[in-house]
């Protein structure tokens, strides 16, 4: 295929790929960012590569991309620069898009594509961009600087911290589909990692709260002694949890047919995931050891069954397993934070690689092109040692206690 072919796509590949960016030919990609896919036009004009958002699929059809690159290319003939033209009719423009009426339309187009499992998703988006996130709504998207967001996480950081970072979560990928969208430029205001760091204390310096709390690293091999001695399913599930960084719920949930023993694999499927993507989970000999305990007495398919027949254990369970172990002072979601800053701390890990074992997408489209390829083999080396790490004041702690019930 030569390097000028064009209108390589049609609609039916577009729905069937996965890929994270099509090509359509002469410098038309479809790219995908977070959870939405997005047109962009590559160019060079005046000797430099360029690269302009023309909007993203669910409003922008693979025909009107196709128009709006073309036009953009009889620019370059012309010798104007499409970015700068399409700057200039912004500065004219006579109402820019403000943040709350972008914010809503981006809720309305998630929803529509089915990107959310469930009501419940899209009422938190919208209590948190409505409600938390007034301040700026107003605001122009381009307008929108550090100290707006700021203006906005501040009256509930460290104090609803939960709530806090979800809303700052929401307006980074918001701003992250402005831009991408062409209404904004530059670096993201609400993007924790080199800006908001700088100027909001980390959460996990938090003192005396009962969110999220995390059980500092440092006491993690104690407790994981005393939690052996505990008994009971929620105390097995709160040791598996714990050795795979995993979300409670993804522990909770669990089906044997999501597990692969002899290939140390457990792959949870995208519609148990918070993202929404499929995640492989590296098991250590420990966890594994852990699962063979539990499949011995397996009553049905539920790794860690319910006391109800066919039910999942209640989230409950596990907290009462913590408390039982003497952590009753910090919470079970609070273990994914112990991981990520033992994962800093301890083990000098990658960045991407820590993010990439708790399913967290981080980086830009080539970080995460090349996370996918190797992070698996990477993240099972991390996970080992971590599991090491939890077991290394004590030959005798265990996670796998065959005394279940």
Not at 386 to 397: E, I, M, N, P, V
Request: aromatic share 6%.
């Amino acid at each position: 295929m030569g390097s000028h072919t064009r209108n390589v796509l049609t609609i039916k590949t577009i729905a069937a790929s996965k890929s994270t960016k099509l090509r359509d030919g002469g410098g038309l990609y479809l790219v995908s960012k977070g959870t939405g896919r997005y047109w962009i036009f590559n160019y060079t004009f005046a000797g430099q590569r360029r690269e302009m958002g023309l909007g993203p699929l669910h409003t922008v059809g693979l025909a009107d991309a196709r128009d709006k690159a073309e036009a953009a290319r009889r620019l370059v003939r012309s010798g104007i620069d499409p970015l700068a033209a399409k700057r200039e009719a912004e500065e004219v423009s006579p109402k820019a898009m403000t943040f709350g009426a972008y914010a809503d339309a981006f809720i309305d187009a998630a929803v529509k594509a089915g990107r959310w499992r469930g009501a419940k998703t899209e009422a938190r988006w919208r209590n948190l961009l409505t409600n938390h996130a007034s301040p700026i709504r107003a605001k122009t998207l381009a307008a929108i600087r550090v100290r707006d967001v700021v203006q906005v996480l501040e009256p509930i950081w460290g104090d609803k911290q939960e709530t806090a970072e979800k809303l700052r979560e929401a307006i980074e990928r918001v701003l992250d589909a402005a831009k991408v969208e062409g209404h904004r430029s530059g670096d993201n205001p609400a993007a924790w990692k080199g800006t908001l760091e700088h100027v909001l204390h980390k959460p996990n310096e938090l003192s005396n709260r009962n969110h999220h709390a995390a059980m500092p690293h440092s006491d993690t091999p104690g407790f994981m002694k005393k939690l052996a001695d505990v008994k009971g399913v929620g105390a097995r599930a709160l040791e598996f949890t714990i050795l795979t960084a995993a979300r409670s719920g993804e522990t909770r949930g669990a089906v044997w047919g999501e597990f692969d023993l002899a290939a140390k694999i457990w792959a949870v499927p995208a519609v148990r995931m918070k993202g929404g993507k499929l995640h492989r989970v590296p098991l250590s000999e420990k966890a594994v050891a852990l699962l063979k305990a539990m499949k011995a007495q397996a009553v049905n398919d539920l790794v860690f069954p319910g006391v109800r027949d066919k039910r999942p254990l209640s989230d409950m369970s596990l907290a009462k397993a913590l408390k039982a172990a003497g952590g009753g002072a910090f919470t079970v979601h609070g273990f994914r934070s112990t991981f990520r800053d033992w994962a800093t701390d301890v083990a000098h890990a990658p960045r991407e690689i820590a993010e990439a074992c708790l399913a967290h997408a981080v980086g830009d489209a080539v970080e995460r092109s090349y996370a996918r390829s190797d992070a698996l083999e990477r993240r099972r080396e991390l996970m080992g040692q971590w599991t090491d790490y939890l077991y290394k004041s004590s030959a005798t702690a265990s996670p796998t206690n065959p005394t279940v019930i």
